[in-house]
Antibody, heavy 118, light 107 residues
Framework: QVQLQESGPGLVKPSETLSLTCTVSGHSISSGNYWGWIRQPPGKGLEWIGNIYHSGSTYVTPSLKSRVAISVDTSKNQFSLKLSSVTAADTAVYFC???????????WGQGTVVTVSS | DIQMTQSPSTLSASVGDRVTITCRASQSISSWLAWYQQKPGKAPKLLIYKASSLESGVPSRFSGSGSGTEFTLTISSLQPDDFATFYCQQYNSFPYTFGQGTKLEIK
């Protein structure tokens, strides 16, 4: 059974860097899927942040591209998100998800709440 | 970016009703469209992929149709567990984009 679990600080100060990790269990991260990050501000809809392939190729939404880095660690079966220079607008629930090649996000983590506040 | 527009934003219905939610893309996305169901405090759940393919384990009362720019999600007979918010998502091209959501409420 494939499971994804987000982890990281729940509180980040403005202008600092948000760092989250998604640990994948029950499935090798090297098996050819895309792995994605999606966020949801409080009371709002879903926003795709970016995807990474097991090879390390990344695709990031243009509005966040200058602040986002997504990486993969196949040895730990994890992938990570770093979002720099955060503001209150980055407060959201952050989800990681699995995306089979050329298909939709079929497995999601439970999500982690990140609040940007001093 | 491809804009995804869902209608209606809110839908009130009763158990047993047949309901339809529409999703329109600002340009053709072929059949690269997914539908998700999200309940409060939970992660989205994939219902439909490639516009009309039912995800494993999803009840057959859910169905999807459409291609190009216009898509629909239909629930043939609403069950109490179906009341939630539904999102469409295009994955034809980057950046992937979601519709704004349709909240399905109990009438």
């Amino acid at each position: 059974q494939v499971q994804l679990q987000e982890s990281g600080p729940g509180l980040v100060k403005p202008s600092e860097t948000l760092s989250l990790t998604c640990t994948v269990s029950g499935h090798s991260i090297s098996s050819g899927n895309y792995w994605g990050w999606i966020r949801q501000p409080p009371g709002k809809g879903l926003e795709w942040i970016g995807n990474i392939y097991h090879s390390g190729s990344t695709y990031v939404t243009p509005s966040l591209k200058s602040r986002v880095a997504i990486s993969v660690d196949t040895s730990k079966n994890q992938f990570s998100l770093k979002l720099s220079s955060v503001t209150a607008a980055d407060t959201a629930v952050y989800f990681c998800a699995k995306m089979p090649s050329s298909d939709a996000f079929d497995i999601w983590g439970q999500g982690t709440v990140v609040t940007v506040s001093s | 970016d491809i804009q995804m527009t869902q209608s209606p934003s809110t839908l009130s219905a009763s158990v047993g009703d047949r309901v339809t939610i529409t999703c329109r893309a600002s340009q053709s996305i072929s059949s690269w469209l997914a539908w998700y169901q999200q309940k409060p405090g939970k992660a989205p759940k994939l219902l439909i992929y490639k516009a009309s393919s039912l995800e494993s384990g999803v009840p057959s009362r859910f169905s999807g149709s459409g291609s190009g720019t216009e898509f629909t999600l239909t629930i043939s007979s609403l069950q109490p567990d179906d009341f939630a918010t539904f999102y469409c998502q295009q994955y034809n091209s980057f950046p992937y984009t979601f519709g704004q959501g349709t909240k399905l409420e109990i009438k």
